[in-house]
C-alpha cells in the first residue's frame, strides 16, 4: 500500500495553514442540495455504511466558533477517501436553476485532484461549464445499482492512496505493553483526579506496570500541529497550578503531610507521549516546544514507527529459538 501522505500546506482562502491531509480519512464527502436527491443520500448513505465507509457532507454538523467553510466543506473533501456528486438543479417556478453550493463544492473536488463520483438525473441537463464531464445519469429505478457499481469501483481505485492507518486500539495497547505501560483503570479517586486534568484536552492517562509513573498519551493523529502544541500547553499550565497548590491544600487540611510529598513526587514524574501522523507533524511539534522550553513532552511517535516496532517485535517472536 502507497502510505505517502500529502498535506494541503496552502489554505485557499487565504488562512495561515492548512495542514489538513490528503485521503487521510476512509470517508466519502458528498455534494447536494439539500432540497433536492432526499432519496438519493438515503441510498448512497447505506451503501457506504455497509461498506464501512463514513458519510459527510456540508450539513450533518454545527461547528460553532469555526470557520464554516473550512471545517464543514473544504476540509471534509480534502480528507476524504473519494467524493460522490449529486449535480441535480433545482426547480425554481418551473425552471431548471443549477445548484451554486453543489457546483462549488464540485469545482474544489476537481482543484483538489479528488476521485469524483458524479451524478444527476437523466431527465435534467448539466450546467455547460461541467457538461463535457463524464456523469452517471440514472432514474429512481437504477439508482441503487449504478451507486453500487462506481462506488466499489471507488474504493479499489482510492484504497491504494488511502492513508487511512488508524490505528486499533488493541495495536495500541500492545505497543504501549511493549514499554511497560497501560491504561489508568481509574479506579480509585486519585487516578480519576489525574485521569480528569487530561481527558478534557483528549489525554489518555497511562500508569507504568509499577504503579509509580504517569504519562499523559495524545492520540493526534487527526489534528493540526498548532492544535497539538496549544492542548500540551494548556495540559502543563494545568499541571504547575495543581502541584503548586499542594502545599495550601496541606496547609487548610485537604491533605496530611505524607499525601502531599506523595502527590508531589507523582508531579515530579509525570511525562507526556504524543502520537501523531508524520515525521513532519513530529518535526513542527519539537521546534514549537523547543522554542517555548517545554520538556514535558518525552516521546512524540508517528502511526507508522508504531507499526514497525510491531513488527519487529513480532517478526523477533517468531524467529527466536
Known amino acids: 500500500m502507497d502510505l505517502t501522505i500529502k498535506k494541503n500546506e496552502n489554505c485557499i482562502v487565504g488562512s495561515p495553514r492548512c495542514d489538513y491531509v490528503f485521503n487521510s480519512q476512509r470517508a466519502c464527502f458528498i455534494g447536494y442540495g439539500f432540497n433536492q436527491s432526499s432519496l438519493e443520500m438515503e441510498i448512497i448513505r447505506s451503501i457506504l455504511t455497509d461498506k464501512k465507509i463514513e458519510a459527510l457532507d456540508a450539513g450533518t454538523d454545527i461547528k460553532p466558533g469555526q470557520n464554516a467553510f473550512c471545517s464543514k466543506i473544504c476540509s471534509k473533501i480534502l480528507t476524504s477517501q473519494f467524493c460522490i456528486i449529486l449535480a441535480n438543479n433545482d426547480n425554481k417556478s418551473g425552471n431548471e436553476i443549477p445548484n451554486a453550493n453543489v457546483n462549488m463544492e464540485y469545482g474544489l473536488m476537481l482543484g483538489f485532484n479528488k476521485y469524483v463520483i458524479p451524478f444527476q438525473r ?12 463524464d456523469t452517471i445519469k440514472y432514474n429512481n429505478t437504477n439508482f441503487k445499482e449504478k451507486a453500487e457499481k ?31 505501560l497501560c491504561y489508568s483503570s481509574i479506579d480509585n479517586e486519585g487516578e480519576k483526579a489525574f485521569y480528569q486534568m487530561g481527558s478534557h484536552l483528549g489525554f489518555n492517562l497511562l500508569l507504568h506496570f509499577d504503579g509509580l509513573q504517569y504519562i499523559y498519551f495524545g492520540l493526534f493523529t487527526k489534528q493540526r500541529v498548532q492544535i497539538i502544541v496549544w492542548k500540551v500547553k494548556i495540559l502543563l499550565k494545568l499541571l504547575k ?35 501523531v501522523q508524520t515525521d513532519e507533524d513530529r518535526t513542527a511539534i519539537n521546534t514549537f516546544l523547543s522554542r517555548e522550553g517545554i520538556q514535558i513532552v518525552s516521546k512524540i511517535i508517528t502511526q507508522m514507527e508504531v507499526r514497525n516496532e510491531l513488527d519487529s517485535i513480532y517478526e523477533n517472536i517468531v524467529t527466536e529459538k
Do not use: C, H, M
Not at 435534467?124 to 464531464?133: C, E, S
Not at 484504497?159 to 486500539?169: F, M, P, T
Open 122 to 133: 437523466e431527465e435534467q441537463q448539466l450546467p455547460f461549464n461541467i457538461a463535457a464531464l
Open 150 to 180: 462506481v462506488i466499489d469501483l471507488a474504493i479499489g481505485s482510492t484504497q491504494s492512496n488511502s492513508v487511512d492507518n488508524a490505528l486499533s486500539n488493541i495495536t495500541i495497547e500492545t505497543f504501549l505493553a511493549s514499554y511497560d
Open 241 to 275: 497550578a495543581r502541584s503548586a497548590s499542594i502545599p495550601e491544600r496541606v496547609k487548610i487540611g485537604l491533605a496530611n503531610e505524607v499525601q502531599g510529598k506523595a502527590i508531589e513526587e507523582v508531579f515530579s514524574k509525570i511525562k507526556v507521549w504524543l502520537l
